[in-house]
């Protein structure tokens, strides 16, 4: 069984990803992940290691904030499908809007739809792309920054999709 074959409880996978260095030492935490991992909502905890000369969070732990989320959704949906399934961010654009000096949340959400479009882009040509956005809001409800994430995934197995 390869790695990427492997699957982990919601729990375990929080508790992982919470200690993951660079997200741990950025201060980036998963507070939720939802039973069928269409969501998961994350916190980015305003302090001295995460902290610029501006004292707001630096612009790099938001953008750290954003990059693992979307595609650790899509391989968890598909592998839970037994269709496991190459996924990563090909690319991402951030744009900050505000400083950050309180906490931040951000929401990442699927939708059912979302996950036939990539099931039909897999059977038709093996690979699929889409983008996402996320915000990053502070503690008084301000958007501090959005970003776009291009997740790409791909189905590295050849695996038969069409009774999906």
Aim: aromatic share 12%.
């Amino acid at each position: 069984m390869k790695l990427n074959e492997i699957q982990l409880s919601r729990k375990g996978i929080r508790f992982a990803l919470n200690l993951f260095p660079p997200l741990l030492f950025n201060r980036i935490s998963i507070k939720s992940i939802s039973e069928n991992f269409m969501e998961i909502k994350v916190n980015v905890r305003f302090s001295w290691m995460n902290k610029n000369f501006q004292r707001t969070i630096f612009g790099g732990t938001i953008f750290s904030a954003v990059d693992p989320y979307f595609p650790t959704m899509y391989w968890h949906i598909f592998s839970r499908k037994k269709l496991p399934m190459e996924v990563w961010v090909k690319s991402a654009e951030i744009n900050y809007k505000s400083p950050a000096d309180s906490d931040l949340s951000l929401v990442f959400k699927l939708k059912e739809e979302d996950i036939q479009k990539a099931l039909n882009g897999l059977q038709k040509e093996g690979k699929f792309e889409v983008w996402h956005t996320v915000e990053a809001i502070n503690s008084d409800n301000i958007i501090c920054a959005e970003a776009k994430v291009l997740v790409y995934i791909r189905n590295y197995k050849n695996l038969n999709l069409h009774n999906c």
